[in-house]
């Protein structure tokens, strides 16, 4: 040994050492991980039928209650769609056994917008879509209503409605 030099090992002689020093620890780790993982001692199950008592069994054997929802339209909300009104009692559109008229029905109609090109104008009728000469179905509050599209014009849109004498010309609303 060469008491106050510094030892000098190469590059190789270097890597060969330090994974030695690897393999030992890693060794010396797996034997200690080894040794704590072994499983306890359990006891023997028991020979023959398991044998419970009287109170344990009861509480085994008993029903389990089923759920009660008690739902009350005035009050309760859906919990998954609180703005919904699925749950609640539809109000009665009119009197039972009148059916509701063609004026009431087209109260319910109205010009949403205009689309298409002005060789082609279209309207927007209740979010249906029309070309003048075309008869569309309207869902209007309180049922349908078969509309036929006379005319587009600049500002307006001239129908006729099924069962309704006459034209009748819409506009768009003012304002939002």
């Known amino acids: 040994m060469i008491p106050n030099e510094q030892l ?32 306890a001692a359990t006891a023997a199950p028991p020979a023959g039928p398991v044998v419970r008592p009287a109170a344990e069994l009861a509480t085994l054997m008993t029903a389990i209650p089923k759920s009660e929802f008690v739902f009350e339209a005035e009050v309760s909300k859906d919990p998954f769609f609180p703005k919904s009104g699925r749950l609640r009692p539809a109000a009665p559109a009119s009197a039972p056994g009148t059916a509701p ?64 004498p006459g034209r009748k010309e819409l506009f768009l609303r003012a304002g939002p």
């Open 8 to 39: 000098v090992l190469s590059s190789s002689a270097r890597r060969i050492v330090g994974l030695a020093l690897a393999g030992v620890l890693g060794l010396a780790l797996l034997s200690r991980a080894a040794q704590t993982n072994q499983p």
């Open 101 to 164: 008229t063609p004026q009431d029905l087209t109260s319910g109609l109205a010009l949403k917008g205009f689309l298409g090109s002005p060789t082609r104008p279209l309207a927007l009728l209740n979010n249906r879509t029309c070309a003048p000469g075309e008869e569309v179905l309207v869902k209007v509050p309180g049922g349908q209503l078969k509309v036929r599209c006379v005319e587009i014009r600049q500002k307006s849109v001239v129908v006729t409605v099924e069962g309704e």
